[in-house]
């Protein structure tokens, strides 16, 4: 018995017994995994996954560039490995714009010389990730 002489349900120290919770049961038509609407199961994930892909090497290639635009403008050292593989990195990426931009401010010439391909990677790669995942 427990207080006011109610009974004790189960190991409660009240007399309140909730109800269990319902079983979960989902939809029985619903595909489980399926991001695509429309019959063909599983026809997009190839190209979401390329697309993913392309997206990250074009995020990737941007980062390497605007690294090392900051790494320059900040005076880091040149003679320190990491920033002398950035450099690397960011020469090889931006190799087909270089002296696009003539200036006589360095940091200017850098910033755009390094700015531009980083944007072109990124408008790229972003709409042909985008048109893939249409497909």
């Known amino acids: 018995m427990g207080v006011e002489g109610a009974p004790l349900h189960g190991n409660s120290p009240s007399p309140y017994n909730p109800a269990p919770a319902p079983e979960y049961n989902p939809a029985p038509n619903a595909a489980p995994h399926s991001r695509r609407s429309g019959g063909g199961g599983q026809r997009g994930i190839g190209a979401d996954r390329f697309a993913l892909i392309i997206h990250s090497l074009a995020d990737v290639a941007a980062a390497f560039l605007g690294l090392w635009i900051l790494l320059y403008l900040l005076e880091a050292n040149h003679a320190n490995v990491f920033v002398d ?18 200036m006589d401010t360095e940091g200017l010439r850098v910033f755009f010389n390094y700015a531009l391909p ?11 990730a985008a048109w893939l995942r249409r497909l």
């Open 85 to 102: 593989f950035v450099h690397g990195v960011a020469d090889w990426l931006a190799g087909w714009s270089q002296d696009i931009f003539v």
């Open 118 to 128: 980083a944007l072109v990677y990124l408008a790229v790669g972003h709409g042909v």
